[in-house]
Each structure stands twice: as C-alpha cells, then as structure tokens.
C-alpha cells in the first residue's frame, strides 16, 4: 500500500514541492557562504578543461589549477584596470558635466514655474527636503556599503581558494556523490556530472562571446552618436548582460544621462536608449540564440521565474546565478525518476528544439533528453 501511494502523481509532486521550499530556505539562511560557492562552481568548470589539458600535458594537478586561477584573476585584473582608467577620464569631464547639469535644472525650473505655476522658491524648498531626506539616509547606506566593500573583499579572498580545491579533489567530490546512491545508479551519477560541467561550460564560454559581440555593438553605436567615453559606457552595457533580459536596459541609464547632460537635444539621449533597445532585441532573438544556441535549454517563462527567485534569496549574485543553475537543475530533474516533468516545464518546447535543429545548432545531451517523453518507471 505504502508504496502504491507513493507512486501517485500527486504524492511525488507534494514531496517535489517541499523539497525546493526548504532548499530555498537552506539557500537563503545560507545565502553568503553558499553564493561564494555558487560563484566558484562555475568559474571551476570554466578553467576545468584548461587544468585537464596541462594534466595530460604531465603538469602537476595543483600547478595546472594555479595556471587557470592565475588567468582568471589576469582577465578580472584587466578589466578592473580597463574601468578604473576610464573612470579617471570620466572624472576629468566632471565639471562641465556639471556646469551643464545646472542650466538644465535652470530651464526645467522656468519651464515648470511656466507650465504648472508652482514658483521657484517651492521648487528649492521641495529639493531641500529631498535633499535633508537623503542625507538623513546616507549614514545608513554608507554603513551598508562598507559592509558591502567588505563582504565583497572576503570574498574575492576565499574564491581562489574555493576554485583550487573543487577542482584539485573532483574526482573525490564525484565519488562521494556516487556513494549516496546505489551502486547500479553509479554510471548515471557520473554522467549526469559531465552533462551538468557540459552545460556549465558552454553557458559560460557562450556569455562572454555575447559579451564581446555586445560591448563591440554599443561602442560603435555610441561613437556613432558622439557620446563621450563610449568605450567605457559600451562595455559596461555588456558586462551587465550577465543579468539576462534587464541588464543592458540597467547600462543603457548612464550613457542617456550622459547624452542628456552633454548634448544640446534630448534626441540624443532618446537615441541611445533606442540603440540599447535594438542591441537588446539582436542580444535576445539572434546573437545569444545563435552563439550560446540550445547548449542552454531553460524557456524564457523559467528564466524569467528563476531571475525573481535568485534575485529574492540572493539579490543581484541570485539573478547572475539564476539561468546557469536553472539549466544545472533541468539537467537533474531530466534523469532523476519522479522529476522529469519539472525538467520538461523547466525546458524548451519540442517544437522550439526542432526549430534549432533545422536551423544547424548544437543540441546538448540536456536538451536531447526533452526531445522524448521520458519512459515510464517499472512498476
């Protein structure tokens, strides 16, 4: 009888559900520690292939992994590098900036005391009050962006040393993953791994190409426009792509301000939010499709639904994190018996999967798994 009940559709469900609510909670009691072991996750896969590639080479496992730590921190030091030169730059156009910023105030000021009556002495005193009401709050956010600066600098400490140990014991890690099944489940353990490292690297190797093609797009769009510190404001745009379908709207803010400030018309600033529009919608229906292709089987409604979770339990690291890890967690629920219809709403429709078939792109074991109904468990 118990185990009748237990293969009800309804009893697996209700047990599926409880088992995400309280990994939630385990996710978000353990947000700081266990988003540095996110983070570091993935950049192991990333440099995974490079340490196997100087292994067979007949390099020492530990040397291999400081080669790749030592590549990601010359990638991450460039660009901090790239920022901080641009920032220096942008600090030298900062009084202009402002002296332009004032006769804009100026005129909107005459233009609001003309349109809607309200006099100029009630607009400084509404500004004022603003004013008192944000530096009554900045101690607060200054506390909190001191414990930011901090959190952020403990982590960027402990990540090497993550990365070092996930990849120099992974073949103990994967053993003590296939010890908590039975012993016939042990060849699927180990390649439902090597679909999840599968998926993690072309996600990731994908981003950044889309990155590059994106960065390359609004810098030439913003030097076209004749917005200062293109290169700059371009690239920043990018790199928060890394946020799917909101980030380049986030990046687009800066420059639009910078044209509004330093423009004579504001078509300039509705130029730029235009051009991040357009490189937005070639990001989401053509350059990502193409480049990342169905190595990254997640439906746009998941995505979406994963972008609100991470971004509730972990803010912006959640909402980095949110589409790799939905992707990972299809991978699961596509082998695991009980789980395959999260997977499947987790997935792509098959009629988009045949849609890229036809089209030439690469479907990955993940997303091949879809394509089939699962067969039903023995009874």
Known sequence: MQNRLRQEPLFRITAALVLLIALGFVLWVGQSILSTLAFSLLISMLILPLTRKLEGWGVARSVAILV???????VLGGIIYFFSYQAVSFQDQLPAIEAKGRTLVNDLGSWITERFGIATDQQVAYLEKAGNNILGEGGALFAQLSSFTGDLVTVLGLMPIYIFFLIYY?????????RLFAPSDTVRVYRVGKQIEGVSQSYLLGLLTVMVVVAVLNTAGLLILGIPNAFFFGTLASLLTIIPYIGIFIGSILPALMALVTKDSAWYALGVVGLMGFVQFL????????????????NPFAAIVALLVGGALWGAAGMILAIPFAAILKVIFDNVEGLQPFGYVIGEPPKAIAQ?????????????????????PAH
């Open 283 to 298: 990001e989401g229906n053509f350059i990502t499709p193409n480049i990342v292709g169905s190595r990254v089987s997640v």
């Open 356 to 376: 890229k078939r036809k089209r030439g792109l690469i479907i990955s074991p993940a997303e091949a798994i879809t394509e089939e109904a699962p067969a039903p």
């Open 170 to 178: 992974r073949n103990f890690f994967m053993e003590f993953l296939a």
């Open 68 to 74: 790749g730590i030592f590549l990601v921190i010359t």
